[in-house]
């Protein structure tokens, strides 16, 4: 959907350029079942397998990210049972794997999903999880955007197998610059020289 497909070849680029880790953005909520007992579409499945087992040929650890399930943002109470019934599938699969793959519960929680319910939501799923995976890292952060300012907000669990995130995008222009959705004013740091004083 962003006009990029995975292609074996950037494995080794990224291995080449001396990186040890990547952070696969998966979009878990469009390839599964809208209603109980909401089951992922296996090929999907297979062809995010596909992509993990590139990482791990060439020794890179690797995060499984649930990224950008929109409808959970703005209709948390709709969606709980949902989230948590994948996060179930994706655990059971992925339990026998090394542990150089990680989880990450979800990217960026925001709107209505606000703290208190994140808290709540966040700390079911990591059961859910350790249910099939006792040991494996899992990364969780804060609501709104994973901001940095809103790790206060993020009760976390007794567990020492927890990586805690956060998000930074100060100044927002800079972090996004060329971004297609953010607007023209983005453009004004391209080819310029940023000074931290300007901020």
Known sequence: EWGLFVQEEYFDLIKDAG????RLPI???THADESAPYTLDPEFVFRIDQVVGWALERNLTI???FHHYEEIMYDPWDHKERYLAIWKQVAEHYRDYPSSVLFELLNEP???LNASL????SAEALKIVRETNPTRDVVIGPVNWNAYDWISTLDIPDDSHLIVTFHYYLPFQFTHQGAEWVGDESQQWLGTTWDATDE
Request: aromatic share 30%; glycine share 0%.
């Open 63 to 65: 995060i499984i990210d």
């Open 27 to 29: 979009r878990w909520n």
């Open 110 to 112: 925001n709107d209505q």
């Open 118 to 121: 994140w808290n709540e939501y």
């Open 19 to 22: 990186f040890d880790f990547i």
